[in-house]
């Protein structure tokens, strides 16, 4: 990284804080751009299509009923969004508990990749509640709702963008300059890491177990009772494939801002990451196997329905375990990067097969979405997107740590590991 450039952002020594704040949202580049002009239309548009939701009801610019009450808002911006955000905690867990030390560099950037995802998902679920303001009743005790599965995955919700926050609040110190308060933000990071795989862990199998409720809704060749399982799995390698593609853009746009660290290590870390991948997506395809014996699915296997599931299962998961495994082993960056967009088509289709294409199949009219549920969908990533870009461009996100920073920096040796318990190829990946 450019050393001038990287100093440009940062607290100068002395320097009152707004006026500092302030001169971080001066423009870093040109504003006439092909993306900001693509994406700053879409937010207009979708800015005009909320504030007619907000006034005349869901109804009025979705195709969602009574029917059909979770649409394209619930199957992309919640349940895929959510699975691809998942890389942040499988990157902390390889650092902080396994102590693989070659995906450091990647863990801020990785971590602020699913905060704003947690951010802006879990927003966008306001706009696909009837009531939006009720959102507050599992936390204020106005109805807790105990016995519902949405109480667990409101609060895990919650917890996990705080603890996210605090992982990436170092970060923030440093661009700020808060030499002490950075000292006890990264002390804090360890115990962070672990609550926050704990609970995410958790929630990625809970958004699953609500289809467990709907047995008679899902076709048979998307139902099962491994579901929870099956998500929490999928959720590893959707991850991993997101952490891959985000990466290789980021390389490219954000090259002045990337330390030496990340460029150096960058070829090494996405053929590990492709590795682990690879063997998150066999254990994901053994899980199908068995639940498809398990439950006698050939039963259903017919017709249309069939091919579709071996579109998901075959060509979108299968296909790409493959491509990961070639490429890590031969060293092949391009079919790595093709799989990590077919593992990405995957995890989406899946979801959208489980809460929208395949729910309720049996339908004589079935839920199609609108083009103003599309251009939501575009603009809440947009606003994502914009969001990312003002961070990398002004933390040290992607490297560039002030000295005094990294005298703080927490040893990932900080959490024990008991031997044994590391499986081989982890061992390998700790090499």
């Known amino acids: 990284m450019n050393a001038a450039v990287s100093d440009a952002y940062h607290r100068r020594p002395g320097e009152r ?35 007619w939701r907000f006034v005349y009801g869901l109804g009025s610019v979705t195709n969602l009923n009574q029917d059909f009450a979770w649409g394209l808002w619930i199957g992309f911006d919640v349940m895929a969004g959510v699975a691809f955000a998942g890389g942040a905690y499988v990157l902390c867990f390889l650092v902080y508990i396994l102590r693989m030390e070659k995906y450091h560099a990647i863990v ?28 507050v009743n599992p936390i204020i005790g106005n ?25 990436f609040s170092p970060a923030i110190a440093e661009w700020g300059g808060f030499r ?8 804090l990071t360890v115990g962070t890491v672990v609550f926050g795989i704990t609970l995410s862990t958790l929630h990625q199998s809970a958004l699953g177990a609500l ?30 494939a997101m952490v891959i593609f985000e990466g290789g853009i980021s390389a490219k746009v954000f090259a002045d801002r990337t330390g030496d660290d990340v460029k150096r290590s960058h070829h090494r870390i996405v053929i590990g990451l492709a590795r682990l991948a690879g063997g998150a997506m066999f254990v994901y395809l053994f899980l199908q196997v068995v639940q498809f014996v398990h439950e006698a699915k050939w039963n259903h296997f017919e017709g249309g329905w069939a091919a579709w599931w071996l579109v998901e299962i075959l060509g979108l998961t299968a296909v790409p375990m493959v491509l990961f495994m070639l490429g890590s082993t031969r060293n092949r960056m391009g079919f790595i990067k093709v799989a990590a967009v077919l593992t990405l088509l995957g995890v989406l289709l899946n979801r959208l097969n489980l809460s929208v294409i395949a729910f309720k199949w049996y339908a004589p009219v079935h839920y199609v979405p609108s083009w103003q549920e599309f251009v939501v969908s575009a603009a809440v990533l947009s606003a994502e997107l914009w ?3 003002w961070v990398v ?20 040796a900080t959490v024990p590991v008991v031997p044994g318990a590391v499986p081989a190829m982890m061992q390998a990946e700790r090499r």
């Open 143 to 167: 109805s807790f709702g105990l016995t519902s599965v949405l109480f667990l995955v409101a609060w895990h919700f919650m917890l996990y963008m705080g603890a996210e926050l605090i992982e």
């Open 211 to 240: 289809y467990l409720m709907a047995k008679p809704k899902v076709h048979p060749l998307w139902y099962s009772e491994f579901i929870p399982v099956l998500f929490f799995v999928s959720s590893i390698f959707a991850g991993m």
């Open 180 to 187: 002490k308060l950075h000292k006890v933000l990264t002390a």
């Open 108 to 135: 801020r950037v990785t971590v602020l990749n699913g905060f704003l995802a947690y951010v802006f998902y879990a927003s966008a679920l306001l706009l696909d509640l009837g009531r939006p303001w009720n959102v």
């Open 393 to 412: 461009r002004r933390m040290p996100v992607l490297g560039g740590e002030p000295a005094w920073a990294r005298a703080h920096a927490t040893q990932p």
């Open 17 to 51: 804080f707004w006026p500092f704040v302030l001169r971080q949202f001066r423009p870093s580049g040109p504003l006439v751009t092909p993306f900001n002009v693509i994406t700053v239309g879409l937010m207009l548009v979708a800015a005009v299509i909320l504030a």
């Open 387 to 389: 969001v990312f870009r």
